[in-house]
């Protein structure tokens, strides 16, 4: 996606990932064609490729913005509890469960994790390089525990959005946090 500031082409690039939203509640996200958006934004493919380069990456961007929610989220922690890192992927996805219900039906929760793989040890690079844990592993096992608690952490949310989002969230935190702390 190309990045901007001018209003209309933000307005553009709104109306091609609604239309994509849009088509995924009815169709298949692989079986959908540029030309498809491009009659549902109702725009010009002139327009299209100005803003993205593929369907691919109108979905990239819309993948984007969730994890930016996400990372802000975490920027605001102002302490290393463990039930606010919870809270902050469970908000996310409840605040934009359409979307992760659509990427579900379509395969493509691996997207998430991707993105998170490269946030994450970008924000703890700039957060947590004082974190008295860490202070004792070497930059290798810190590459490590990173790629481990992404991996947890998602499995679980990705479980929970695949059963609908049924399970009380306060009930998989509890039962989480009861696990990490026998680990101690």
């Known amino acids: 996606m190309t990045e901007t500031k001018n209003p209309s082409a933000i307005y553009s690039q709104t109306q091609i990932q609604k239309a994509l939203l849009r088509l995924m509640k009815k169709n298949r996200y692989e079986d959908l064609t540029v030309k498809e958006i491009l ?14 380069t593929s369907k691919a990456d109108v979905m990239d961007s819309l ?3 969730t994890m930016t929610q996400y990372t802000q989220k975490l920027l605001q922690l102002e302490n290393e509890n463990l039930d606010l890192f919870f809270d902050a992927i469970f908000d ?24 998170l793989n490269t946030y994450i040890p970008v924000i703890h690079d700039m957060y947590c390089s004082d974190c008295s844990f ?22 679980v949310i990705s479980r ?16 989480l946090v009861k696990y990490l702390s026998t680990l101690n």
């Open 39 to 52: 009659y549902e934004a109702k725009i010009a493919r002139k327009t299209f490729y100005r803003n993205f």
């Open 160 to 175: 929970w959005i695949q059963e609908d989002m049924k399970t009380p969230e306060e009930e998989i935190k509890a039962g």
């Open 92 to 115: 996310v996805v409840k605040s934009n469960r359409s979307f992760f219900k659509l990427l579900s039906k379509n395969n493509l929760l691996h997207m998430i994790s991707e993105e």
């Open 63 to 65: 993948v984007r913005k």
């Open 134 to 155: 860490f202070k004792t592993l070497s930059k290798q096992q810190i590459t490590f525990v990173i790629a481990f608690n992404i991996g947890a952490i998602w499995n």
